[in-house]
C-alpha cells in the first residue's frame, strides 16, 4: 500500500505543478481526471489513446488511477441510462488502451445515477447490464475497470455496492469510505467492501458531511489502514480533500489537510520517525 495525491485536489495548478507537488511532499504518484487547471482531454484520449498515455507516462510521477467520466456531469451518458452503452463501451476501449500507454493501474467510473422514470431498481439493473459488458471488456488490457459508489448514485449503501459485486464477476471499486460515512454508515458496515477495491480514496468525514476537517471526522484512519492492510492491499490510497462546489467541500484548507492526513498515515506505517526528530 502506497499513498497518491488527486489532481482535482489542486484545481489551480497545472498537471505538471500537481505532480511537482505531489514529489515535494515526498508522496510522489498522482491521480489524474477531467477537472480544473490539471484536467486531461477527454476527446484527446479517445482520439489518440495511445499518444496520450505516453504523454502520461513522462510526467516524473507514478500514476496509480485516472477518473473518467463518458459525459458532462453525473447524469450525462451514465450508465444506468438507457441507450448509452454502445457509445460508452466504444469510448471505454479507447481509455483502457490510454491508461496501458499511460501505466495507469486503475481506471473508476461512476456507476450511474437514478434518471428520469426509473426507480432505484431499475436504474441498478440497467447500471449492472453496462457493467457486465464493460467488465468483459477490460479483460483485454493491464488496466483494472472500478468504479466508486458515491453519494446521489443508485449505489448509497455497502448492501447494494455487495450485490453489484454478486452481479457483476470480476467488478472492482474505488473505494471512498466518506460516501457512505455521510450517509450515516458505520465503518464496520463500510469494511466489508475493502476487500473488493483495487482503488481507496481518504479524506475525514462525518454524517452529514463528505469531507470533513481532520480532528472533527469520525473515520478511525489507523482502523482503516490495518483494515487494508490485513486484507492484502497493495493498491494506492489516494489523498482526496478537494475544494469545489459539491457537497459543501468548499470550506477546508486542502494542503493543511492533506499534509496532516499524510503524517497520520505515515505515523501508523512506521515512516515518520526519522523526519520528526
Same mark, same amino acid.
Given at each position: 500500500?502506497?499513498?497518491?495525491?488527486?489532481?482535482?485536489?489542486?484545481?489551480?495548478?497545472?498537471?505538471?505543478?500537481?505532480?511537482?507537488?505531489?514529489?515535494?511532499? /515526498?508522496?510522489?504518484?498522482? @491521480?489524474?481526471?477531467?477537472?480544473?487547471?490539471?484536467?486531461?482531454?477527454?476527446?484527446?484520449?479517445?482520439? +489518440?489513446?495511445?499518444?496520450?498515455?505516453?504523454?502520461?507516462?513522462?510526467?516524473?510521477?507514478?500514476?496509480?488511477?485516472?477518473? +473518467? #467520466?463518458?459525459?458532462?456531469?453525473?447524469?450525462?451518458?451514465? #450508465?444506468?441510462?438507457? =441507450?448509452?452503452? @454502445?457509445?460508452?463501451? $466504444? @469510448?471505454?476501449?479507447?481509455?483502457? &488502451?490510454?491508461?496501458?500507454?499511460?501505466?495507469?493501474?486503475?481506471?473508476?467510473?461512476?456507476? =450511474?445515477?437514478?434518471?428520469?422514470? !426509473?426507480?432505484?431498481?431499475?436504474?441498478?439493473?440497467?447500471?449492472?447490464?453496462?457493467?457486465?459488458?464493460?467488465?468483459?471488456?477490460?479483460?483485454?488490457?493491464?488496466?483494472?475497470?472500478?468504479?466508486?459508489?458515491?453519494? +446521489?448514485?443508485?449505489?448509497?449503501?455497502?448492501?447494494?455496492?455487495?450485490?453489484?459485486?454478486?452481479?457483476?464477476? =470480476?467488478?472492482?471499486?474505488?473505494?471512498?469510505?466518506?460516501?457512505?460515512?455521510?450517509? /450515516?454508515?458505520? !465503518?464496520?458496515?463500510? @469494511?466489508? #467492501?475493502?476487500?473488493?477495491? $483495487?482503488?481507496?480514496?481518504?479524506?475525514?468525514?462525518?454524517?452529514?458531511? #463528505?469531507?470533513?476537517? /481532520?480532528?472533527?471526522? &469520525?473515520?478511525?484512519?489507523? $482502523?482503516?489502514?490495518?483494515?487494508?492492510?490485513?486484507? /492484502?492491499?497493495?493498491?494506492?490510497?489516494?489523498?482526496?480533500?478537494? +475544494? !469545489?462546489?459539491?457537497?459543501?467541500?468548499?470550506? %477546508? %484548507?486542502?494542503?493543511?489537510?492533506?499534509?496532516?492526513?499524510? %503524517?497520520?498515515?505515515?505515523?501508523?506505517?512506521?515512516?515518520?520517525?526519522?523526519?520528526?526528530?
Amino acid at each position: 500500500m502506497y499513498l497518491s495525491l488527486t489532481s482535482w485536489s489542486l484545481p489551480r495548478c497545472t498537471l505538471r505543478e500537481a505532480a511537482g507537488l505531489s514529489t515535494v511532499l /515526498g508522496i510522489g504518484a498522482l @491521480d489524474v481526471g477531467l477537472f480544473y487547471r490539471s484536467a486531461l482531454s477527454r476527446d484527446a484520449i479517445v482520439a +489518440h489513446p495511445a499518444g496520450q498515455g505516453a504523454e502520461i507516462a513522462a510526467l516524473g510521477v507514478r500514476v496509480p488511477s485516472y477518473y +473518467h #467520466l463518458f459525459g458532462d456531469g453525473l447524469e450525462d451518458r451514465n #450508465l444506468a441510462r438507457p =441507450g448509452t452503452l @454502445d457509445a460508452n463501451l $466504444a @469510448d471505454l476501449e479507447k481509455v483502457l &488502451t490510454f491508461c496501458d500507454a499511460a501505466e495507469i493501474a486503475t481506471v473508476f467510473i461512476l456507476p =450511474g445515477v437514478v434518471n428520469a422514470g !426509473q426507480s432505484r431498481a431499475d436504474a441498478f439493473e440497467a447500471s449492472a447490464a453496462s457493467l457486465t459488458a464493460m467488465v468483459a471488456l477490460s479483460r483485454n488490457y493491464r488496466a483494472t475497470l472500478t468504479i466508486e459508489p458515491h453519494v +446521489h448514485s443508485f449505489l448509497e449503501s455497502p448492501t447494494d455496492v455487495l450485490r453489484m459485486i454478486e452481479r457483476v464477476d =470480476g467488478l472492482k471499486l474505488t473505494l471512498d469510505y466518506a460516501h457512505f460515512v455521510c450517509l /450515516g454508515y458505520r !465503518q464496520d458496515e463500510i @469494511d466489508v #467492501l475493502a476487500e473488493h477495491a $483495487a482503488h481507496v480514496h481518504l479524506r475525514q468525514a462525518r454524517p452529514g458531511e #463528505l469531507q470533513a476537517k /481532520g480532528h472533527q471526522g &469520525t473515520i478511525n484512519m489507523p $482502523a482503516l489502514f490495518g483494515r487494508l492492510r490485513d486484507i /492484502g492491499y497493495q493498491g494506492a490510497a489516494s489523498l482526496e480533500y478537494v +475544494h !469545489q462546489d459539491y457537497m459543501n467541500t468548499l470550506f %477546508d %484548507d486542502v494542503l493543511s489537510e492533506t499534509i496532516a492526513l499524510r %503524517d497520520i498515515y505515515r505515523d501508523w506505517a512506521g515512516e515518520n520517525a526519522e523526519e520528526r526528530r
